[in-house]
């Protein structure tokens, strides 16, 4: 019979309703699986014993033989500590207790062989371990233990409250010992035999106390592709789900709009990317299910034809399309890109913003109503109750993160049945990390920039070499090109930043003045008319520089801008600077970066700008990204539970990722139920998962 797991942690030998609590509030641990789910940080190795005269003033842990030969007390601001000199062969070092030093006194043999273990700290000339954990020499030969320890995750409270390491190891123990460490196992025989994974039993064993270094990895690898293996296998699940259950319109036809654009009036041959991304939508739109698909590609890498063509699948099958963009100078571009590219085809497109005139606006919604509208273009405008389409087939979202989960849904709603969504970002996101994170949505990336685009150079300039660059736009704008400079923005200092802004801009107007020059300045400060209007007279190419905070981020397309310098750049995220690097180099001319900054840089800051010089391969840098802040910064992660992951890590791990959601796949599609006898097991811990708060928080 074995113990159940969950079994309240009150009830475990060596923890007792105080211990109890501060389990409960400290490390979130309720029951004995809580428990067993606690994975060490970190192991130490207790093989290694060092001299003396060996310890370095970082090192962290050391396990040090020798003796204590006396003591001394030592008056502090409150109370006193009390010094016990440690000696071995090659010299000596102190301990320091600053609690139970009667305790220590007493029990303390001077002169018989100890091994010490503990932090080494530098102080005043001489190394120092305040409470030491000591073993007695010929006990500690005597004991049993494992070569490598397990340090757990701590906080202070609980290492003020006594709850060291030490008694957590005990309490692990003790677990072990009650249960006979027998544990269910988790995963299916053929997933074990085939991966050669370690029985659950095993593994939890050597997560805790390793027996060797192979063990510890083999375990560490099949507690991680568990985690992993459960999460992914729910997203899928719940993405064969949402397919089941919500019927779309299926596509059937390929037409006229298609075919006549394709083989007549494309103006570029489509990239290899483009052309495979098309064919994913087209497949789902040719389905029964409605898609909600992701569509993943760089800033200029073409996806805007990519809507369109799948815009032109609604409409061959008779349906409306329409497409939506965070911002008004966004909505307009496209407006203008895609009546462009739909002007031989005879297609009825229209903008609606909220500048659209009343009378417009009235006729707009008319036409929609009525059917003779069919593609519309705009911002949350769409979004408004009066808008009601005659028969809405497909709805394109650009830029997804400025738009909530809520407001895709609410383009749901604009139909009897929902539209088919595509949602496009430029905001490259791992393709692993996507892929776990957006389990509802499938995900098409193009991942290839259209022939002939010259790379954009990237340079990292100081402040100080500011002449020099200022002589440099000169010369560009000699040449007719246009130049962005970038103030950031900060919530928290936006006092400051606009006062940097407006001396920054005030610097250029005497740098560059009129009538020679014209310079527009965009902020969110403005109203939106005189942001338009602004940035209407950067487009058309009356004024040579703009100078705006990050308001100009996303998605603005100025072909002849050509250079791109970004203020105080080490202030700046990743993403934002690739991003904002993107608004240059769509045209054909040769176009550069430079980030500025100040001298004093942080360490991230220069991993940032190095990476950046680097590269401009946007999933590339969203790793880095990934790497320096961590998945919890990424859009669209903080719901997604994979940020509570308890062993796995997302960014580490991803080789057993992928391999995890290959088998959760593979099982899946033999098995949607989970009903063959072999997947019981996984059906039943996949039932107790979702039941179990604790792991399974992220469920939606
Ligand atoms: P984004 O993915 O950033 O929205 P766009 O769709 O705006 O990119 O495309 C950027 C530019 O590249 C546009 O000027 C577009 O006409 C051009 N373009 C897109 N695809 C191709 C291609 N296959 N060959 C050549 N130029 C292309
Ligand atoms: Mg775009």
Redesign the pocket.
Known sequence: MSVNLQTPIDYLKGVGPNRADLLRSELGIHTYQDLINLFPNRYLDRTKYYKINELQRHSAEVQIIGKIIGFKEVAQKRGKRLVGTFQDDTGSIELVWFRGQKWIRDSIKLNTPYVIFGKINWFNGVFNMPHPELEVLSEHNNNLRSSMQAIYPSTEKLANKGITNRVLTKIMQNLFLETKGRFTETLSESMISELKLLPKSEALFNIHFPKNQELLSRSEFRLKFEELFYIQLQLILKNLIHKSKIKGFPFEYIGDYFNTFYNDHL?????NA?KRVIKEIRQDLGSNAQMNRLLQ???????????FMSMLMALDNGFQACLMAPTEILSVQHYQ?LSELSKTLNISIKILTGSTKTSDRKKIHESLENGELQLLIGTHALLEDKVKFKNLGLAII?EQHRFGVAQRSKLWKKNTSPPHILV?T?TPIPRTLAMSVYGDLDISI?DEL???RQAIKTVHRYDKNRLKVLRFMRDEIEKGRQVYIVYPLIQESSALDYKDLMDGYESIVREFPQPNYQISIVHGKMKPADKDYEMQRFIKGETQIMVATTVIEV?V?V?NASVMIIESAERFGLAQLHQLR?RVG?GAEQSYCILMTSHKLSQDSKTRLETMTRTSDGFEIAEVDLKLRGPGDIMGTQQSGILNLKIANIIKDKDILQSARFYAKRILEKDPSLGQKEHLVILQTYRALSKYKNIWNYIS
């Open positions: 103006p570029f041959n489509l990239t483009q590609g760089d800033v200029g890498s073409g996806k805007t034809i990519v809507a890109g650009d496009m430029a193009i259209p022939p002939g998605g397309n072909p993107g769509r």
